[in-house]
């Protein structure tokens, strides 16, 4: 099984930037699309909101509406890594963030129900 560890979370003033990592451990997801997810508070019982993705070679990403133009994602398939840089923070951003490993190398594909303890993002206004 696939471990996930989310880093790099942490409190900023509105406006601010954060660089999110996430590194995989127990097989190599150079093949598989991966994905940043998050769980804002209160919504600890609904669903995995579903942020950024990029696919396996990084020539396809997707961002939700709310982010375009202020986050990138981009992985680096030598270190099993996936990253999120996260400009122009706004307080609807405060959230857990998760990564998160598609089933296939395109992010249309399922991802697997197999999450890691996430790193929480606090933005104040």
């Known amino acids: 099984q696939v471990q996930l560890v989310e880093s790099g979370g942490g409190l900023v003033q509105a406006g601010g930037s954060l660089t999110l990592s996430c590194a995989a451990s127990?097989?190599?997801?150079?093949?598989?699309?991966m994905g940043w997810f998050r769980q804002a508070p209160g919504k600890e019982h609904e669903e995995h909101e579903l942020?950024?993705?990029?696919?396996?070679?990084?020539?396809?990403?997707f961002y939700r509406d709310s982010v375009k133009g202020r986050f990138t994602i981009s992985r680096a398939n030598a270190k099993n890594t996936v990253n999120l840089q996260m400009n122009n923070l706004k307080p609807e951003d405060t959230a857990v963030y998760y990564c998160?490993?598609?089933?296939?190398?395109?992010?249309?594909?399922?991802?697997?129900?197999?999450w890691g303890q996430g790193t929480q993002v606090t933005v104040s206004s």
């Open positions: 942020v950024s993705a990029i696919n396996w070679n990084g020539d396809g990403t």
């Open positions: 998160a490993v598609y089933q296939g190398p395109f992010y249309w594909s399922d991802i697997y129900d197999n």
């Open positions: 127990g097989r190599t997801l150079s093949r598989n699309a």
